[in-house]
């Protein structure tokens, strides 16, 4: 083999080491491309069956959202309305209900009580508004009369026909010395502390849930 025939081989060896560097470096983008478009794929895949599934959610949701509303507006049906836990008109109720039981009202005082605007645990949300639907209003009642009077009293709290319920009660003696016939006169002094409600039918808050 003379010297031209060894260049021409040559020649063609490296013609041939350059093509095959080629094409390798081309199949390997293409694997890097064609990898990184089958990762997005998945992506999107696992994107679109999440969105399905959410899609058939609604109906159920839908359906959850006003059976709740429904429950919402049957028990607030029975809690006061805004002016009617006002001071004189919540006492002259509380009044009433001593009268036709036999007992006597001598003191009647509003109690501060705490409202509580606690988001619900477990949900990652973004609170827009800060509104409380249920707010509470608590009255202090001093009475005087029998303890038969102030149990039938209880009765008609309990089962009034707007939600009242009792927080707390004592009874004393009217007399308090240390006479021992002082305890053992019918009438008593009572204090009772009555509470209710009131709905406000607004948004409680607005949440992204992520």
């Known amino acids: 083999m003379n010297m031209d025939e060894k260049k ?8 041939c080491g350059v ?4 094409e390798m470096v081309v199949g390997w983008n293409l694997s890097s491309k064609n990898s990184e478009t089958r990762k997005t794929l998945e992506v999107l895949e696992a994107k679109e069956a999440s969105a399905l ?5 609604i109906p159920d949701l839908v359906r959850e959202l006003k059976d709740l509303e429904e429950i919402v507006e049957e028990y607030t049906e029975i809690l006061p309305r805004e002016d009617e836990v006002l001071r004189d008109v919540f006492v002259d109720t509380i009044t009433q209900l001593c009268k036709e039981s036999g007992l006597v009202v001598t003191g009647a005082e509003p109690v501060a009580v705490e409202q509580n605007d606690t988001p619900r645990r477990g949900v990652k949300s973004q609170v827009k508004v800060v509104s409380k639907p249920f707010e509470r209003h608590k009255y202090r009642f001093e009475l005087v009369g029998e303890f038969s009077q102030f149990h039938r009293f209880v009765n ?5 026909t707007r939600f009242l319920r ?3 009660f004592d009874l004393f003696p009217i007399d308090r010395s240390d006479d021992l016939s ?3 006169q019918p009438k008593k002094r009572f204090t009772i502390e009555i509470s209710t409600y009131v709905y406000e039918e607004k948004t409680v808050a607005a949440k992204e849930i992520q």
Not at 8 to 15: K, T, V
Not at 53 to 57: A, D, I
């Open 166 to 168: 009792v927080d707390a």
């Open 53 to 57: 599934l959410k899609r058939e959610r």
């Open 19 to 22: 093509f095959f560097c080629l």
């Open 182 to 184: 002082a305890a053992t």
């Open 8 to 15: 021409q081989l040559f020649i063609l060896a490296a013609i």
């Open 156 to 160: 008609l709290v309990e089962n009034h």
